[in-house]
């Protein structure tokens, strides 16, 4: 919700608006951070499934094919759509579509998930795979985390985790300074976004722990303050996480986020009866859960596309017909994404929870 929110609302143009609403919508665009709340839940879901099963025969297999059969299907599909409408772009109808060879010579490196590190797209590509920079930076934490969880005792392997939480920071403050012509991935590669999965990654090993969960019960008001602090540093800085990332975002901004959502998560799975766990335990928002990967590849195409072809524009909430395209794309969204999860999706992670551990 929060990068739809973002990339539907806040980066649409807002010119006609006064002063003071373009500055709120703008300042919405700090919902991109809903990627580093993933983050934060997939070290947390994922590093608990592997611990739960670190000793298992079956551990290396099970994991990887119910990794292939949740996430390649529906993304080799979308990229098996973008070499279909780029072969028609190129060599059907040329001159139609903004597509070149180029566009088809780079298909490799999306199918490799490499789109994080080497991020040249045209601007083509760049509708139809922006967003999957982050599945990359998923997928190549699924082809660490397995081995280091495997080999690595709990105690090293905190130990590990505290350390790349706070180098993180550095590393990306090193490439911002010194690598200005790279300084995308600062943002976008693995090892630099690796403090909130290794957060995530945390969590789950302390949740395990019976005394940690007795401590969060006991010292509610301690953990209720540490949220607050977290919110307030993640309000304080928040005219800074607007876009485009400066020095500051890529620095304490990304840990800052990573820590308030860690406490998200933390207070809402100890805190059961808490205003912010009932909210998150709101039956559409479970429904949103279940289709937001469809939602969350596909969307900014689809919104960027529907204005070329219905305005002839960029996206842009300026008038009535502005915000028309915006909900008509949500919609064709929604439905697609619907439609891939019962036809799809589902039966998909059904055959992979057939390899059990």
């Not at 985790?161 to 550095?170: D, S």
């Not at 207070?267 to 289709?291: D, M, N, P, T």
């Not at 891939?340 to 039966?347: D, G, K, M, N, V």
């Amino acid at each position: 919700m929060l990068v739809v929110i973002c990339h539907y609302v806040a980066n649409a143009d807002h010119a006609n608006f006064g002063y003071w609403t373009r500055h709120f919508l703008s300042g919405l665009t700090v919902g991109w951070s809903g990627v580093d709340l993933f983050f934060v839940l997939s070290g947390f879901l994922i590093g608990g499934i592997l611990l739960d099963n670190r000793e298992s025969p079956r551990y290396f297999r099970t994991f990887y094919l119910r990794r292939v059969f949740r996430i390649l299907p529906v993304y080799y599909l979308w990229i098996l759509l973008y070499i279909l409408i780029t072969i028609i772009g190129v060599y059907g109808v040329p001159g139609l579509l903004p597509v070149s060879r180029q566009d088809l010579t780079a298909v490799p490196i999306y199918v490799l998930f490499l789109q994080n590190l080497i991020y040249s797209p045209s601007p083509f590509r760049w509708k139809w795979f922006v967003v999957t920079w982050s599945l990359a930076v998923e997928e190549q934490f699924y082809l660490l985390a397995p081995i280091a969880i495997r080999m690595i005792s709990v105690r090293r392997l905190t130990l590990l985790l505290f350390t790349i939480v706070f180098a993180a920071p550095f590393l990306r403050l090193g490439i911002y300074i010194w690598f200005p012509s790279h300084s995308y991935l600062a943002g976008f590669a693995m090892p630099c976004r690796a403090d909130a999965l290794s957060l995530g990654m945390l969590a789950a090993i302390g949740w395990r722990r019976e005394g940690f969960q007795q401590m969060l019960d006991r010292r509610r008001t301690a953990l209720w303050g540490i949220f607050a602090f977290a919110f307030l540093v993640v309000a304080v800085l928040s005219p800074t996480l607007v876009r485009p990332a400066g020095v500051i975002t890529y620095t304490v901004g990304y840990s800052a986020l990573a820590f308030f959502y860690t406490c998200v998560l933390v207070a809402a799975i100890s805190q059961k009866q808490s205003f912010v766990a009932r909210l998150l335990r709101l039956k559409w928002l479970g429904y949103l859960g279940g289709i937001s990967y469809c939602v969350y590849i596909i969307h900014l195409t689809i919104n960027q596309f529907a204005f070329v072809l219905v305005r002839h524009s960029q996206p842009e909430i300026n008038d009535l017909r502005g915000v028309g395209v915006t909900l008509l794309s949500l919609f064709t969204t929604w439905l697609v994404a619907a439609t891939s999860w019962r036809y799809l999706e589902a039966p998909s992670i059904s055959k992979g929870h057939r390899y059990v551990y």
